[in-house]
Every structure is written in structure tokens, then in C-alpha cells.
């Protein structure tokens, strides 16, 4: 008879959320690393430096470098003030209103078909996958004859 007791295996363990300056620190290296790398990148192909942190970020987590709950708590703030930070992008949108009107059903046009190609892209790119992954590491194991 099994016990009540939970058992973990070490990677499911559970870990009190790190001193929020702690995370603080975290999330300020990894803008600042990739505010080093971020203009070593061409002309041609910019990498804006919060996208190469997120990515810095996301590395780290895959390669068990930073743990989760090393970084959780501040994500979730921040992730809480997400629309806050659109409010700028808003900003410049009304002072940009002059090319709104003049080619604001083109921008808007535009928006909505390429949303359309991209929901339609990872539709069936999730179908074929799910395909694959059904017909080819999912065989059965009769013999057909």
C-alpha cells in the first residue's frame, strides 16, 4: 500500500521563491549582457535588446543555469504590467494619427490577413506535427499482413 507521503524526484521539487532582489538582480544581468551583445548584431538585422534577454533568459532556464524559482516572482509582475507598458506604443499611435488616416484601412488590411496566413500557418503546422507524431513514433505493433 502506497503512503500518503508525496515523493519528488529532484526536478519537481518544490523551492521557496528567491528574495525578490535577488530576481531583481537576475533579470538586471540579463538585460545588461544582452545590452552588451545586442549591438554586435548587423545593421541589417537588429536584435532589439529585451527580445536577446528573453532569449538569454529562456537558455538559461532550458540549461537549468537559473531555476524558476529563481526568476518567478518578478515575471509574473512584470507579465501583471504588460499592458502598462503598451501605453507608450499607444502614445505614439495618436501622434501618429496624420498616417492613420491616410492609410489606415491598408494598415489595418494588412494586420488582419497576415493574422489570418499566421493562425492558418500554425494550425496546420500543429496538424502535421500532431500527423507525425500519430503515424510515425506511435506505430502500432501488429504485424500487417
Known amino acids: ?6 515523493t519528488q524526484s529532484p526536478a519537481t521539487e518544490e523551492h521557496e521563491p528567491a528574495p525578490i532582489l535577488q530576481q531583481m538582480g ?5 538585460l545588461f549582457v544582452s545590452s552588451l551583445i545586442s549591438p554586435l548584431f548587423p545593421a541589417t538585422f537588429p536584435v532589439p535588446t529585451p527580445v536577446l534577454g528573453l532569449v538569454i533568459l529562456y537558455v538559461l532556464l532550458c540549461a537549468k543555469i537559473v531555476k524558476l524559482y529563481q526568476v518567478e516572482k518578478m515575471a509574473d509582475f512584470l507579465v501583471s504590467l504588460i499592458a502598462f507598458l503598451f501605453v507608450p506604443s499607444g502614445i505614439q499611435l495618436t501622434a501618429s494619427l496624420d498616417i492613420m488616416a491616410k ?9 488582419v490577413l497576415v493574422t489570418i496566413v499566421m493562425l492558418l500557418s ?10 507525425i507524431s500519430r503515424h510515425v513514433f506511435h506505430r502500432d505493433t501488429h504485424v500487417e499482413e
Open 26 to 30: 537576475i533579470f538586471g544581468a540579463i
Open 122 to 131: 500554425i494550425a496546420y503546422t500543429t496538424a502535421g506535427f500532431m500527423w
Open 103 to 111: 492609410s489606415g484601412v491598408q494598415i489595418i488590411s494588412v494586420v
Open 1 to 6: 500500500m502506497a503512503s500518503n507521503a508525496k
